[in-house]
Every structure is written in structure tokens, then in C-alpha cells.
Nanobody
Framework: QVQLVESEGGLVQAGGSLRLSCAAS????????MGWFRQAPGKEREFVAA????????PYADSVKGRFTISRDNAKNTVYLQMNSLKPEDTAVYYC?????????????????WGQGTQVTVSS
């Protein structure tokens, strides 16, 4: 069973940057699609970005396209989310997730394993 642990989030001013990492244990992520989701207070959890096993497919939510970049280092068993030009509306708990299906997905029900989440707060 894969365990996922996100790095600590933090408080950042609007316009700033933050990089999250997600370290996997209990299995190699080489053959697993990985994703990031987030949940803001009072809202449902939503898709942010995903990356296919080989890294060739990287879908993004429209709200973060051009600002966020997902990447993976299979040798380190780690996935990253680089967040630039942060906005107050990016404030949320961010979750890393692993998907063992064949095709990278933007739907959270496709994801089998989840991290505990990390808080990102963007001040205006």
C-alpha cells in the first residue's frame, strides 16, 4: 500500500510562490499517475493538477493553468507542485493522491491513495 506525505505548506503573500512536495513510501510511483487536489473552507475538494506515469500528460484545472506546475522525480519517489503568482483564492488544504488506473485522471474517485493534506494560505 502506498503512503503519501505532503510537505508543510505555509502562509504566503499574494503574488508569491510556494512549492509543495509529496513523498511516497510503500511502493514505487514509477507506474502510478499522481495528482494534486485542494479543498477550500466550505467548498468541495477540487482537482488542481495531475501527471501521468511517464510525465507526458499533465492536465491542469483552468484556475491554475499557467501559474502552477506539476512534476515528478521517480528516482526520488516524489511529486512536486510549484505554485507561482498565488492568489487568495488558492487558499486551501492541498492533497496529494495516487491513481493506479491506466489513464491519468482529473476525477478524485479514480485515486486510490491520499496524503493527509497540507494547508496553504495566501494573504491579500
Amino acid at each position: 500500500q502506498v503512503q503519501l506525505v505532503e510537505s508543510e505548506g505555509g502562509l504566503v503573500q499574494a503574488g508569491g510562490s510556494l512549492r509543495l512536495s509529496c513523498a511516497a513510501s510503500g511502493g514505487r510511483i514509477n507506474f502510478i499517475n499522481m495528482g494534486w487536489f485542494r479543498q477550500a473552507p466550505g467548498k468541495e475538494r477540487e482537482f488542481v493538477a495531475a501527471i501521468s506515469r511517464g510525465g507526458s500528460r499533465v492536465p491542469y484545472a483552468d484556475s491554475v493553468k499557467g501559474r502552477f506546475t506539476i512534476s515528478r522525480d521517480n528516482a526520488k519517489n516524489t511529486v512536486y507542485l510549484q505554485m507561482n503568482s498565488l492568489k487568495p483564492e488558492d487558499t486551501a488544504v492541498y492533497y496529494c493522491a495516487a491513481d493506479r488506473t491506466n489513464t491519468v485522471s482529473t476525477h478524485q474517485y479514480e485515486y486510490n491513495y491520499w496524503g493527509q493534506g497540507t494547508q496553504v494560505t495566501v494573504s491579500s
